[in-house]
């Protein structure tokens, strides 16, 4: 006795197999960007008003004693789930920042050892996977550091 196949059953076959490649296909390819949620807080330890501004153009001001958060998610390329605090972009990395003190005014530079700009001046506090609070202080030192304003 010969069998004879279905034919329904072939196609059904056939269209689950190239189902299987074209996935496989599609997903071996797919660049995989997670993004890393930043939280940065601006601290003003001073007694004196902070406006934090590029040219004529204020990004922030902040009142003695109070803070101003940015939150911002950023792409990446990483794949672990173990992101560390120095994959982060800062997002003031703006050359020629001005912190102004009231009277007092003190231009951002990455090279100073307590820079707005280098996130390696911000205290890093992992909150989750892929998720850090950065905190930047203004504080007396700055305010001292500060001279005439332009």
């Known amino acids: 006795m010969q069998m004879i196949p279905n034919k329904t059953l072939i196609?059904?076959?056939m269209l689950g197999a190239y189902s299987l490649l074209l996935c496989v296909?599609?997903?071996s390819c797919k660049k995989d960007v997670r993004s890393r949620n930043g939280e940065f807080y601006y601290i003003n330890e001073t007694?004196?008003?902070v406006i934090v501004s590029f040219g004529n153009?204020?990004?922030f001001s902040v009142k003695p004693g109070e803070k101003y958060v940015i939150k911002?998610?950023?792409p990446s390329n990483n794949r672990r789930k173990d992101v560390v605090s120095e994959e982060y972009v800062n997002p003031l990395s703006i050359n020629d920042l001005i912190i102004r003190f009231d009277n007092k005014c003190l231009t951002a530079s990455a090279n100073?050892?307590?820079s707005i700009l280098a996130i390696s001046s911000y205290e890093a506090e992992k909150i989750a996977d892929a998720?850090?609070?950065?905190?930047?202080r203004f504080t007396q030192a700055d305010y001292d550091q500060a001279g005439n304003c332009p």
């Open 72 to 74: 911002e998610e950023q």
């Open 47 to 49: 007694d004196h008003n």
């Open 131 to 136: 998720q850090f609070r950065f905190t930047y």
């Open 112 to 114: 100073s050892s307590n």
């Open 25 to 27: 296909a599609l997903t």
């Open 11 to 13: 196609h059904y076959l």
């Open 57 to 59: 153009r204020t990004i």
